[in-house]
């Protein structure tokens, strides 16, 4: 009997989302046709493209059983002081990608220091990076979008190439990056025993706090990253950009069956589970739901997908 229950566990610790996923998009399929039309389906890639890179970075924090909050604002941060190098007449491209890089991997890093060598629980630590990099964005902004950015900016969001969004192509990179970093790499081995057992992690041998700085420098980068792609997507560095995107990434990476007590998850599940909240939201939309309704589903979901999460576990062991 516990063998039996073993496996369920097991199945839908593993499938859970793909079972999920085709239910929701054959149930929106069949609830409004407009929603099964390449257009359509091809917005739902694009909207959550940006969360999944955000989503990739979270998975790390996750899996070494701590997350990120100041997602959301870093992107913020990390746009609109790109966007200053995007503006039409005086665009210089390749500082503006190094300039939005460079901030979200700074401001990981700092997320790193605090957490590994100054013993400060994530949550704490992340959530103060969230309320100083969104200040700063106002900031030096004077809490004004930055507008008129050239088309070489905007290009990397809105631009398409051989007929696919730019946006989708480089999370598709990314994905296939840092699925190879997990899996193929002692990185990622170690990442994952980390995850599984801190404590026995060290005894092993690993430098637990050069990991975890590396880890939060990573989730900065790829931070960076989404704040260059949804400043040219919504063609304009604003610092009130990126909130509520470190909630949809967390909530994208543990609905891809990402553990929320670390040791567990795959980057590939985070995107989907991403894509999955991008496409109810999309659904929703076409369905004419109210956005208050359309929180109230989100948290359900979260909820519920948590839920699953302990209860495996605790059939596992």
């Known amino acids: 009997m516990r063998t039996d229950k073993n496996k369920v566990a097991s199945m839908v ?4 989302i793909y079972i999920v996923f085709i239910i929701i998009f054959m149930g929106l399929s069949l609830a409004n046709k407009a929603f099964f039309t390449r257009n359509n389906l091809l917005n739902i890639v694009k909207q959550g493209s940006i969360v999944s890179i955000v989503a990739i970075g979270q998975t790390m924090c996750l899996i070494t059983g701590g997350l990120d909050l ?3 604002s870093i992107m913020a941060f990390a746009g609109v ?5 995007g503006l039409i007449e005086s665009t210089n491209f390749p ?3 190094l300039c939005a890089l460079g901030v979200g991997t ?3 890093l700092l997320n790193g220091i605090i957490i590994s060598y100054g013993d400060v629980p994530a949550f704490i630590a992340t959530l103060g990076m969230q309320l100083i990099v969104r200040g700063m964005a106002l900031l030096i902004t004077n809490a004004k979008p930055v507008f008129g950015l050239s088309d070489t900016y905007t290009f990397l969001g809105n631009g398409k190439i051989c007929g696919i969004p730019v946006l989708v192509i480089i999370m598709l990179c990314v994905t296939i990056i840092f699925t190879f970093i997990l899996c193929k ?3 990622g081995r170690h990442i994952y025993a980390i995850g599984g057992n801190e404590l026995s992690a060290y005894v092993s041998g690993l430098n637990v706090k050069k990991i975890k700085l590396l880890v939060y420098s990573c989730t900065g980068l790829l931070t960076g990253l ?3 792609l949804l400043a040219g997507r919504i063609k304009s560095g604003t610092p009130t950009m990126g909130e509520g995107y470190e909630l949809d990434a967390i909530a994208g990476a543990v609905i891809g069956g990402v553990s929320t007590t670390g040791g567990i998850g ?3 599940g985070a995107v989907l589970g991403s894509l999955l909240m991008a496409m109810i939201s999309n659904g929703l939309d076409l369905l004419n739901i109210s956005a208050y309704y359309q929180q109230i589903v989100k948290g359900l979901i979260i909820m519920f997908t948590v839920l699953i999460d302990v209860k495996t576990k605790r059939v596992k062991s």
Do not use: E
């Open 13 to 16: 610790s593993k499938y859970g």
């Open 70 to 72: 100041s997602s959301g």
């Open 81 to 85: 002081t790109s966007a200053t190098y």
């Open 95 to 97: 500082v503006a990608i």
């Open 106 to 108: 700074i401001c990981g």
């Open 185 to 187: 790499t002692k990185f």
């Open 226 to 228: 989404a704040g260059l």
């Open 266 to 268: 795959t980057v590939y």
